[in-house]
């Protein structure tokens, strides 16, 4: 967009970066509200002490597959709060004491999920710029409304993980990189590097998501301009010693994020700066050749081809995913075509880069890919709502809006189950096609205790995926794991995850659906008399 452009859209919409703050805001309190409802995932305890470690003592030795940005955000709030490293041996069981029990662990786990919070805000920030920067102020504030009411990304901002910190810092160093190269100033170069740094510690997925998305901006960069690699080879050779600043600066940013540490790196057999970055991309390399079990559509793999595009077919509203298959049929009418083939290249990246991975565990890994969503869609509907010299197209207007209403309605509706959020598609059974983080990450136990203490549960046979709630200190009965073929007498409670990643146990595949608790826990009362319930649908009497 020109000078003049951008000039007219400020004094069109000198409401919209209001209107786009007042949408992040309610969105924010939608997030906070879950931070008492569910109890802490799987990853939460691991990320919360490697953080504590790194505020404490500024140390950072637990476990090298993840980076320190998001772990370091997700302990300020306990580290404030007066809590403090105390030199466990395993990070589990250090996060664990950390968030301790009764109150006290509902209050540290609030406070260590609120540092998760800025990067939400900087991935909306981000999201309004680039669709600024595309079509406008308006389109600005529709993408950030199309953001701030998916519901991945608010579940995904609500806890603490590495997710959204990646999600911020791969969108934010991606629309510096076009900024960068309109204008390879020493400052844009030390902003594109400062981003790139930040995603780098983000989540090691950066650094192979960030050259991916780059590699296809740039081969559609030379298609426009109908050059050759040459070209591009002139071109860098040109800008090399911007080239070096954004690295070096980026690199900096590294560093620093490892605490200026220096030391030896065994499989490269030399001491380098940031060791454990390098030992931990390393780590992550080699846990990606290994086989990690995964569950689609009702079959167990050790990985799909066609993870990612499922997931988000599933996880995405279906209103967004219409809105997605029409964009492209007003930007690539529009004067500024070229700018919506950005975030294209940037989802492109991204789920090229995913699908050579090995490991399915859930959209998380590719939430990224929804910058470019909300930035794309917000970009569409801003050109059906522009006034024209000619009559208005009502109608085109009208299923917009519709489209716009039902994907807002859509999320809301399953409001606190961001996380296991699915839409029309897989209905009232999600279980038949995800599991895992995209469903069941072990963050309804809380809501267990509360119902099994309601029905006045003496005990309780399961197998939980998040057996270490127990040491939250709030009420469950004593658990056994029973066995596979046949639930015990009394109150038996499943784990999706557990049942549909790992097949135990067998007997549910026949049983009748009795209580679900959340979206991620079946239970069944079985009484003494009863005969077991048979380990097929064929078995049935």
């Keep these: 967009m020109t000078a003049s452009g951008q000039l007219e859209n400020r004094r069109t919409f000198p409401w919209a970066p209001s209107a786009a703050v007042l949408l992040v805001l309610i969105a924010s309190a939608r997030i906070v509200s879950t931070y008492t409802v569910f109890n802490h995932t799987i990853d939460e305890p691991d990320h919360l002490a490697a ?66 919070l800025p990067f939400f805000w900087v991935a909306c920030a981000v999201v309004f710029l680039w669709a600024r920067r595309i079509a406008g102020a308006g389109a600005a504030v529709v993408s950030v409304f199309v953001f701030t009411t998916l519901p991945p990304v608010l579940a995904h901002s609500g806890l603490i993980t590495t997710d959204m910190a990646l999600t911020a810092f791969v969108g934010a160093a991606a629309l510096a990189s076009l900024t960068w190269a309109a204008n390879p100033g020493w400052r844009q170069s030390i902003l594109l590097g400062a981003l790139t740094g930040l995603a780098a510690i983000s989540k090691f997925s950066a650094v192979v998501f960030l050259p991916a998305a780059w590699l296809v901006m740039y081969a559609c960069y030379l298609i426009r301009k109908r050059e050759g690699p040459r ?67 009702g079959r167990r793999s050790s990985g799909f081809w066609y993870y990612y595009p499922v997931v988000l077919a599933i996880k995405t509203p279906l209103a967004l995913l219409a809105l997605l298959l029409w964009s492209p049929w007003p930007l690539f009418r529009a004067r500024n075509r070229f700018g919506a083939v950005m975030p294209l290249a940037l989802t492109a990246g991204v789920l090229l880069a995913a699908l050579l991975g090995n490991m399915n565990v859930g959209v998380r890994h ?57 839409n029309e598609i897989a209905g009232s059974h999600p279980e038949r096609f995800v599991a895992d983080s995209d469903l069941d990450w072990g963050q309804d136990m809380k809501r267990l205790g509360v119902f099994l203490n309601q029905a006045g549960a003496a005990k309780l046979t399961f197998l939980p995926f998040n057996g270490t709630y127990v040491r939250a200190g709030h009420p469950l009965p004593p658990m056994d794991p029973g066995v596979s073929e046949h639930p015990s007498p009394g109150w038996n409670a499943v784990s999706v995850t557990i049942w549909k990643v790992f097949g135990y146990p067998s007997w549910a595949d026949a049983a009748p659906q009795q209580y679900r608790i959340g979206r991620s826990i079946l239970v069944w009362r079985f009484p003494e008399d009863r005969p077991p319930v048979p380990t097929s649908p064929g078995d049935r009497p």
């Design 366 to 422: 590719v939430l990224p890919v929804y910058v470019a969503f909300a930035v794309l869609c917000g970009a569409a509907v801003a050109s059906v709502f522009r006034p024209r010299p000619r009559r208005r197209a009502w109608l085109p207007m009208a299923c917009v809006g519709a489209l716009l209403a039902w994907h807002a309605t859509s999320g809301a509706l399953q409001h606190p189950d961001y996380l296991a959020y699915t």
């Design 51 to 116: 953080g504590m470690e790194w505020l404490s003592v500024g140390k950072y030795r637990y476990e090298d597959k993840h980076t320190p940005l998001a772990r370091i955000f997700g302990a300020v709030g306990p580290f404030l709060a007066g809590e403090r490293w105390h030199g466990g041996p395993a990070s589990y069981q250090e996060g664990y004491r950390i968030l301790g029990h009764g109150a006290h662990y509902d209050r540290t786990l609030a406070l260590g999920r609120a540092g998760i």
């Design 231 to 297: 070209c591009a080879l002139r071109e860098i050779a040109r800008r090399k010693w911007r080239v070096a600043a954004v690295l070096g600066f980026a690199f900096l940013v590294v560093w620093a994020g490892y605490l200026f540490s220096f030391g030896k790196v065994e499989f490269l057999h030399a001491r380098l700066p940031a060791p454990r970055f390098f030992l931990g991309m390393h780590a992550l390399w080699e846990n990606n050749l290994t086989v990690h079990p995964a569950y689609l559509l």
